[in-house]
């Protein structure tokens, strides 16, 4: 039997039943960042995503923690109970909006841990062991989840480099591995899934395994069949709430096809 991780204080089981369906926030601004959360309340997904990169990018890297520290009361505020909030913080290095060296985000992420404004927070497991190790030191302190990512932009390592891709998130730390990668034909995503089942079937807990793009979309809407226990999904046109990967699928088109494809 898999194991499994509660999102502290939520009724939010990663792990158990239909994947969860995340949705990323993106806007520049406190005010678009407010309205695309209006839109994900209404919308089948239990946990959103504040991509803190992709907000205020005109500001220096201390201007850019103090803005974010100061407006995400506000953004956990708006979420109410029932929701989780998982902060991100994507790097350019994995094809995010900021440069960020390994103390700027161990920084951020730790700042935003100790706010208390928060219930999962994203850390890139391709930085430094140190930097991990750090983060997921705080958060464990903070009882806060940590997703510990990798996205490759350009191609899908082989199945047994995945597969130690997630492994070795878990035992730096994370409670949630996650991979995103991108395929160039239809074995690529077939080799993400297989390394998802494979990791599934270890049973020591949840993890996300996404292939990116239009061709990997099967990967996001038969994520149980496969192991993985969420996926990532937009609400809203472009302007309002933009994907923050290629190939995210709007919420209700996800949430339908997830239940088609339950196993």
Not at 28 to 34: E, G, M, Q, Y
Not at 148 to 164: I, N, Q, W
Not at 188 to 194: K, N, P, Q
Request: glycine content about 10%; aromatic content about 2%.
């Amino acid at each position: 039997m898999t194991a499994t991780v509660r999102v502290p204080g939520r009724s939010i089981v990663l792990g158990e039943g239909r994947p969860e369906i995340i949705v990323p926030l993106t806007g520049a601004d406190i005010t678009r960042v407010l309205e695309q959360v209006e839109l994900a309340l209404e919308a089948p997904a239990r946990i959103l995503e504040w991509r803190i990169d992709l907000y205020r990018q005109e500001l220096d890297a201390v201007q850019h923690r103090a803005e974010v520290l100061a407006a995400l009361p506000a953004v956990r505020g708006a979420m109410g109970e029932k929701h989780a909030l998982l902060v991100t913080l994507r790097t350019s290095a994995e094809g995010g909006a900021r440069e960020v060296s390994d103390q700027g985000l161990a920084e951020m992420l730790e700042a935003v841990i100790a706010s208390g404004h928060t219930d999962l927070v994203d850390v890139e497991t391709s930085r430094g062991a140190e930097v991990v190790a750090h983060v997921v030191a705080a958060a464990r302190e903070q009882g806060v989840l940590v997703v510990g990512s990798f996205h490759d932009f350009d191609a899908t390592p082989g199945e047994d480099e995945l597969v130690e891709l997630l492994r070795s998130q878990r035992r730096a730390g994370a409670d949630v591995p996650k991979i995103a990668v991108t395929p160039r034909h239809a074995n690529d995503v077939l080799r993400l899934l297989a390394a998802s089942l494979r990791v599934a079937a270890d049973g020591d807990g949840p993890h996300i395994a996404i292939s990116m793009g239009t061709l990997g979309a099967v990967s996001r809407v038969a994520a149980e069949v496969f192991g993985s226990a969420a996926t990532f999904a937009t609400v809203g046109d472009a302007a309002q709430g933009g994907a923050s990967a290629p190939g995210q699928l709007a919420a209700r088109d996800v949430e339908r096809m997830l239940e088609l494809l339950r196993p």
